[in-house]
């Protein structure tokens, strides 16, 4: 998780620093500029959608660890019920 935001953030940086390298070498048309900011911002949309959807897998991990934990204690009182059924005469 730290390593895949800290990529990101070196990605974003790479692309920054790119630009002021290229402009200072006079090098960066307004299109390429353009493209760096289009491209700038895709990184940032994707970091994002890639937080929300961790956010989103703990979420669902919370709901299947509540269920699992509420079938445990069903069959544990299952298990209870049936052994006291089992001492009941007949």
């Not at 959608?49 to 269920?67: C, G, P, V, Y």
């Amino acid at each position: 998780m730290i390593v895949k935001k800290m990529r990101t953030i070196v990605i974003a940086s790479g692309i920054f620093s790119l630009s002021l390298i290229l402009s200072a070498c006079g090098g960066l048309s307004q299109a390429q500029i353009a493209e760096l900011n289009s491209l700038r911002n895709e990184v940032m949309s994707l970091e994002r959608e890639a937080n929300s959807l961790k956010d989103e897998r703990a979420k669902l991990e919370k709901q299947i660890e509540e269920t699992n934990r509420k079938l445990a204690e069903c069959k544990k009182q299952k298990d209870e019920t049936k052994a006291n059924l089992e001492k009941l005469p007949k």
